[in-house]
């Protein structure tokens, strides 16, 4: 594949999934997690209030699957994500049993990755892999 002349990425100007559901997508999102968004005309959300992406990858889904589920194909019977995203909380236990106690099924709960990182995760209503971590090589020395 040919590099597009004089084109560099500097950084991620925003991600977000496609949803369906807004309603579904809103109250996990906007009310679960309480980020805040400012709402557009015909209900498009966004905030430039979280701070960036620490990390993009390519994950491939037999390693998503492996993450999940232990094995490397992903269920036949579970939606198959389109894309990732994880946001870093304070307290990975806490904020799983509330996801939990709001209805959101966890495939993985507080697992203690080898690079040191704690994730929950759990499919969201648009399809999106969505990890609740800690991981402590990202966060800056206090």
């Not at 809103?26 to 959300?45: A, D, H, M, N, V």
């Not at 870093?88 to 966890?106: F, K, P």
Request: aromatic share 12%; charged share 25%.
């Amino acid at each position: 594949m040919e590099e597009i002349a004089n084109t560099t990425v500097l950084f991620i100007a925003g991600f977000g999934p496609i949803v369906r559901e807004a309603g579904a997508s809103r109250k996990l999102y906007s009310q679960t997690f309480g980020i805040p968004f400012k709402e557009e005309k015909g209900g498009y959300l966004h905030t430039e209030a979280l701070k960036g992406a620490k990390s993009f990858a390519l994950w491939p889904l037999s390693e998503a699957a492996q993450s999940c589920y232990g094995t490397d194909s992903w269920p036949v019977d579970a939606p198959i994500p389109q894309a990732w995203i994880e946001f870093d909380v304070e307290n990975v236990e806490r904020a799983t049993a509330e996801l939990e106690s709001r209805g959101y099924c966890m495939l993985v709960r507080n697992k203690k990755e080898p690079w040191g990182q704690t994730v929950s995760r759990f499919i969201g209503p648009e399809g999106l892999l969505v990890g609740i971590t800690y991981t402590p090589s990202m966060r800056e020395e206090k």
